[in-house]
Nanobody, 125 residues
């Protein structure tokens, strides 16, 4: 599975961005897609996830009500709509997909086998 993330950029606080993650290859083996982010000097953290089949979603508390994850199964693409952005949201955002034999909680990096290249999101105050 190959993942291509896009849509990052520079935005003022309160603004919006939409990230996209296009999956290709043996995508049928993947059950869940996730977005993670990593700020300078910090560990990579979970942002949101969505199951391909059910569409069931999870969010970290700090983005609930501001971010929305969605998927387009026909396009094998997952989106992260980010509204009311805050300077604390500044990070490199990564999309990730699990593999056929991965297990574990949706918020753990260990659940995911495939990672995109990351896209920078910078929110100015």
């Amino acid at each position: 599975v190959q993942l291509q993330a896009s849509g990052g950029g520079l935005v003022q606080a309160g603004g919006s961005l939409r990230l996209s993650c296009a999956a290709s290859g043996r995508t049928s083996s993947s059950r869940i897609m996730g977005w993670f982010r990593q700020a300078p000097g910090k560990e990579r953290e979970f942002v949101a996830s969505i199951f391909w089949n059910s569409g069931y979603t999870h969010y970290t508390d700090s983005v609930k009500g501001r971010f929305t994850i969605s998927r387009d199964n026909a396009k094998n693409t997952v989106y992260l709509q980010m509204n009311s952005l805050e300077p604390e949201d500044t990070a490199v955002y990564y999309c990730a997909a699990d593999g056929k034999f991965n297990s574990g909680p949706y918020f753990s990096t260990g659940r995911y086998e495939y990672w995109g290249q990351g896209t920078q999101v910078t929110v100015s105050s």
